[in-house]
């Protein structure tokens, strides 16, 4: 289930960065015999993770004069992925390294791998949705580094302004909304399927709905007990991807257009509302200034506006190797400790605008945030009103979901025939991950 946008997207959002190093572990010695020790710190290549490192570098380095740390960066791919489990299975990964949350965490053997992190203070004031994405056999291994992202939908204020609309709590309102925007001659729904990747978010974006329903899906899911096509609750995110079609809602050039188009229309009032992860706000904002006050956000609604909520993707998070030891082990561990609190989340504010709200209590989003970023943060405040994504509660995903997602869009596919494509999609991994009951 995991959106793999293209490279440039990749760098754009910074989603599920999968890193290489580029060069060799920097030395071993744990400390001089003045007492200062230095480390290594493994990151993503980048611009913005390379930012953030250095940011992060600077001021614990102010605060922490004694403890030096040197960054290695690794390139983006899925040879980053190969490389991080290599370098961790020959004891060569550096005394720190950032890495992916959820189903990629739990394929780098944590328990082996990894120094466990569960007794340290600061646990408690992790996000609970961040917790479960790095935690194994309850054990909690790692830091957040970044904001959540949601998946959701981007929203022209001005012209929910002019029609007297409101963000809607439920699909019904949404579908709503989107015959008056028709009516004022405005695209009320921007899709696109140029970046095929961007085709996903009515059923990915979804799942806060899917589990409020059916609060044991994932696990039914992971097991081949439930699927798309037979769970009317899941099922109901192609069914939307074909109703916004089927209603002539999207732009017409929805089969062609990419997202930078998408996000003009939406920036320049060309289109009223743009499903896509918040992650590309940043980018927009840097475009077109105006879109900060002019662009808001609301999660993707469901049948039920009591259970309205928004599905989170987590930020990567900060990893000490088990091959870390002695007095680097304590100055590693001093290092996350400074990243998951209110300092580490000023730190990286300072290193660019947030993408999301922080899974860290106490780190407040800044007040000159884009207006989007500031919307997600009552869903993450509110009690049960958002949800992990599903690539982060099971492993089971296919590689073809954005063509049929595009196909449903398109009114190539019918819904059902989507989703049962999909459930037989995902069967080759799960076989190949050596699942129970497939």
């Given at each position: 289930?995991?959106?793999?946008?293209?490279?440039?997207?990749?760098?754009?959002?910074?989603l599920?960065?999968?890193?290489?190093?580029?060069a060799?572990?920097?030395?071993?010695s744990?400390?001089?015999g003045?007492?200062?020790?230095?480390?290594?710190?493994?990151?993503?290549?980048?611009?913005?993770?390379?930012?953030?490192?250095e940011?992060?570098?600077?001021?614990?380095?102010?605060?922490?004069?004694?403890?030096t740390?040197?960054?290695?960066?690794?390139?983006?791919?899925?040879e980053g992925?190969?490389?991080v489990?290599?370098?961790?299975?020959?004891?060569?990964?550096?005394?720190?390294?950032?890495?992916?949350?959820?189903?990629?965490?739990?394929?780098?053997?944590?328990?082996?791998?990894?120094?466990?992190?569960?007794?340290?203070?600061?646990?408690?004031?992790?996000?609970?949705?961040?917790?479960?994405?790095?935690?194994?056999?309850?054990?909690?291994?790692?830091?957040?580094?970044?904001?959540?992202?949601?998946?959701?939908?981007?929203?022209?204020?001005?012209?929910?302004?002019?029609?007297?609309?409101?963000?809607?709590?439920?699909?019904?309102?949404?579908?709503?909304?989107?015959?008056?925007?028709?009516?004022?001659?405005?695209?009320?729904?921007?899709q696109?399927?140029?970046?095929?990747?961007?085709?996903?978010?009515?059923?990915?974006?979804?799942?806060?709905?899917?589990?409020?329903?059916?609060?044991?899906?994932?696990?039914?899911?992971t097991?081949?007990?439930?699927?798309?096509?037979?769970?009317?609750?899941?099922?109901?995110?192609f069914?939307?991807?074909?109703?916004?079609?089927?209603?002539?809602?999207?732009?017409?050039?929805?089969?062609?257009a990419?997202?930078?188009?998408?996000?003009?229309?939406?920036?320049?009032?060309?289109?009223?509302?743009?499903?896509?992860?918040?992650?590309?706000?940043?980018?927009?904002?840097?475009t077109?200034?105006?879109?900060?006050?002019?662009?808001?956000?609301?999660?993707?609604?469901?049948?039920?506006a009591?259970?309205?909520?928004?599905?989170?993707?987590?930020?990567?998070?900060?990893?000490?190797?088990?091959?870390?030891?002695?007095?680097?082990?304590d100055?590693?561990?001093?290092?996350?400790?400074?990243?998951?609190?209110?300092?580490g989340?000023?730190?990286?504010?300072?290193?660019?605008?947030?993408t999301g709200?922080?899974?860290?209590?106490?780190?407040?989003l800044?007040a000159?945030?884009?207006?989007a970023?500031?919307?997600?943060?009552?869903?993450?405040d509110?009690?049960?009103?958002?949800?992990?994504?599903?690539?982060?509660?099971?492993p089971?995903?296919?590689?073809?979901?954005?063509?049929?997602?595009v196909e449903?869009?398109?009114?190539i596919?019918?819904?059902?025939?989507?989703?049962?494509?999909?459930?037989?999609?995902v069967?080759k991994?799960?076989?190949?991950?050596?699942?129970a009951?497939?």
């Amino acid at each position: 289930m995991t959106i793999r946008p293209p490279s440039t997207a990749l760098a754009l959002i910074g989603l599920l960065a999968l890193t290489a190093c580029s060069a060799g572990s920097l030395g071993s010695s744990d400390s001089g015999g003045d007492g200062k020790v230095s480390i290594s710190y493994l990151i993503g290549n980048q611009d913005q993770d390379v930012k953030t490192a250095e940011q992060l570098v600077k001021d614990f380095s102010a605060k922490n004069p004694d403890i030096t740390i040197k960054t290695e960066t690794r390139p983006a791919g899925t040879e980053g992925d190969n490389i991080v489990k290599t370098r961790l299975s020959t004891g060569d990964m550096p005394d720190v390294f950032n890495y992916n949350t959820g189903s990629l965490f739990q394929a780098i053997a944590p328990q082996k791998n990894l120094v466990p992190l569960s007794d340290q203070g600061y646990i408690g004031d992790l996000d609970e949705n961040f917790k479960k994405t790095v935690t194994a056999d309850g054990q909690v291994y790692g830091v957040p580094v970044g904001g959540f992202m949601g998946g959701a939908v981007l929203y022209n204020i001005p012209i929910y302004t002019r029609l007297g609309l409101k963000p809607p709590a439920t699909w019904a309102e949404f579908m709503a909304n989107s015959a008056k925007i028709k009516a004022a001659g405005i695209p009320p729904v921007i899709q696109t399927y140029g970046e095929t990747w961007t085709s996903q978010l009515f059923v990915l974006g979804d799942f806060h709905n899917v589990a409020a329903v059916e609060p044991d899906f994932a696990d039914k899911y992971t097991k081949n007990q439930a699927k798309y096509a037979t769970s009317p609750a899941a099922l109901k995110g192609f069914e939307h991807t074909e109703a916004v079609h089927d209603a002539g809602y999207e732009n017409k050039d929805f089969a062609s257009a990419k997202l930078p188009d998408g996000l003009r229309m939406l920036a320049q009032g060309k289109g009223a509302q743009y499903p896509i992860l918040s992650g590309v706000v940043a980018n927009m904002v840097a475009t077109y200034p105006d879109a900060a006050k002019n662009v808001g956000l609301f999660a993707l609604p469901g049948d039920d506006a009591s259970k309205n909520g928004l599905t989170v993707w987590t930020p990567g998070a900060n990893y000490i190797p088990k091959t870390t030891t002695g007095a680097k082990l304590d100055a590693a561990k001093k290092f996350l400790a400074f990243i998951a609190s209110p300092d580490g989340c000023k730190s990286q504010t300072a290193a660019g605008a947030p993408t999301g709200p922080y899974a860290v209590k106490g780190c407040d989003l800044p007040a000159d945030v884009p207006q989007a970023i500031k919307d997600m943060q009552p869903y993450l405040d509110k009690q049960g009103a958002s949800s992990l994504a599903l690539e982060f509660v099971s492993p089971v995903k296919g590689p073809s979901l954005e063509q049929i997602t595009v196909e449903v869009g398109s009114g190539i596919r019918k819904a059902k025939d989507g989703a049962a494509r999909y459930d037989e999609d995902v069967k080759k991994q799960a076989q190949q991950l050596g699942l129970a009951g497939w």
